[in-house]
């Protein structure tokens, strides 16, 4: 039998707190990952840390509030800013967390 490497999958969403579609397959999707033998971790990029659907214990959840510019606060120019900045701090994060693959579910998390 071929011994095959653990992945470790990252999954980037916004927000898990919602009884809503997304929110639900994100959930299912890391629950389905561990239970093939995959390593899973979802990066949650808002203040909300509420889990509205059942995770499995072993599966890692962090949360980073990050918004990528993408608020009524502040100008374009502060935006900007923040775009990079916080770019910038998902890539150090994602360093750390050495995946082999990253699912994102927003535009701006694969940019």
Same mark, same amino acid.
């Given at each position: 039998?071929?011994?095959?490497?653990?992945?470790?999958? /990252?999954?980037?969403?916004?927000?898990?707190?919602?009884?809503?579609?997304?929110?639900?397959?994100?959930?299912?999707?890391?629950?389905?990952?561990?239970?093939?033998?995959?390593?899973?971790?979802? /990066? /949650?990029?808002?203040?909300?840390? *509420?889990?509205?659907?059942?995770?499995?214990?072993?599966?890692?959840?962090?949360?980073?509030?990050?918004?990528?510019?993408?608020?009524?606060?502040?100008?374009?120019?502060?935006? *900007?800013?923040?775009?990079?900045?916080?770019? *910038?701090? =998902? *890539?150090?994060?994602?360093?750390? =967390?050495?995946?082999?693959? /990253?699912?994102?579910?927003?535009?701006?998390?694969?940019?």
């Amino acid at each position: 039998m071929m011994n095959i490497k653990q992945r470790h999958i /990252v999954i980037l969403c916004s927000r898990l707190d919602q009884p809503a579609g997304t929110e639900r397959a994100i959930v299912n999707t890391a629950n389905l990952l561990f239970s093939k033998g995959d390593r899973a971790t979802i /990066v /949650v990029l808002d203040e909300t840390e *509420k889990i509205f659907f059942p995770i499995n214990s072993s599966i890692s959840v962090c949360h980073y509030p990050l918004n990528f510019g993408i608020t009524e606060k502040g100008n374009m120019i502060s935006r *900007k800013i923040d775009f990079f900045k916080h770019r *910038k701090i =998902l *890539k150090e994060k994602l360093e750390d =967390l050495s995946p082999t693959i /990253v699912l994102t579910t927003e535009y701006h998390f694969t940019i």
